[in-house]
C-alpha cells in the first residue's frame, strides 16, 4: 500500500492505494490525456462515499467493468 499526497481542490490530501491500483489510476488519466491529480479531483466531486481511497477504488473498478463490457 502506498500513500500519495495529492492536491484537489486547492487543498492537499493524502491517498492511500496499493500499487495495482495506482497503476490503473495512472493509466485512466493517461488514456484520457489529463493529470493524475485532475481525475481524482473528478472522482472526488462525484463520489457518494465519505472515503476518497474507496472512492477511487470503486472509480477503477466501474472503469474496468466498462472496457470488459465493450469487449477490451
Known amino acids: 500500500m502506498k500513500k500519495r499526497s495529492v492536491v484537489i481542490a486547492g ?19 493517461a488514456a484520457r490525456d489529463m493529470p493524475l491529480a485532475a ?14 481511497s474507496s472512492a477511487l477504488r470503486i472509480a477503477i473498478l466501474e472503469c474496468l467493468r ?7
Not at 487543498?11 to 488519466?29: G, N, Q, Y
Not at 481525475?39 to 476518497?52: M, S
Not at 466498462?66 to 477490451?72: K, Q, Y
Open 11 to 29: 487543498h492537499r490530501t493524502s491517498v492511500s492505494l496499493e500499487d495495482p491500483f495506482w497503476a490503473e489510476l495512472k493509466a485512466m488519466a
Open 66 to 72: 466498462r472496457r470488459l463490457a465493450e469487449g477490451g
Open 39 to 52: 481525475l481524482i479531483e473528478e472522482i472526488d466531486a462525484g463520489r457518494e462515499t465519505d472515503n476518497l
